[in-house]
Nanobody, 119 residues
Framework: QVQLVESGGGLVQAGGSLRLSCAAS????????LAWYRQAPGKQRELVAI??????TNYADSVRGRFTISRDSAKTVYLQMNSLKPEDTAVYYC??????????????WGSGTLVTVSA
């Protein structure tokens, strides 16, 4: 069974930094794209950053230049968040797209990790 487990969330002051991690577990042959989404209270879930299997990245305008997405293996992705602002407060979700395993090709979500940025 494929699972995504996030870690690294917490409370930080504005201007500070956090690093989120997401590891995919299970028998996985390949993952096409890994991404981070976030959902703030009362708002829709939004894409924060995405990285393809080839290493191409893209970011939401609101985080470009402050956040960096990276992956050090086919199954692990990170989100380095610098210069954090109170408006970055949200639950951050890891997303894996095009996961090839014994059950076929599917997309998966982690359960989320809370990031709170105080003013």
């Amino acid at each position: 069974q494929v699972q995504l487990v996030e870690s690294g969330g917490g409370l930080v002051q504005a201007g500070g930094s956090l690093r989120l991690s997401c590891a995919a577990s299970g028998i996985i042959f390949s993952i096409n794209t890994l991404a981070w989404y976030r959902q703030a209270p009362g708002k829709q879930r939004e894409l924060v950053a995405i990285i393809t299997s080839g290493g191409s990245t893209n970011y939401a305008d609101s985080v470009r230049g402050r956040f960096t997405i990276s992956r050090d293996s086919a199954k692990t992705v990170y989100l380095q968040m610098n210069s954090l602002k109170p408006e970055d407060t949200a639950v951050y979700y890891c997303n894996a797209q095009g996961v090839r395993s014994f059950v076929g090709v599917k997309d998966y979500w982690g359960s989320g990790t809370l990031v709170t940025v105080s003013a």
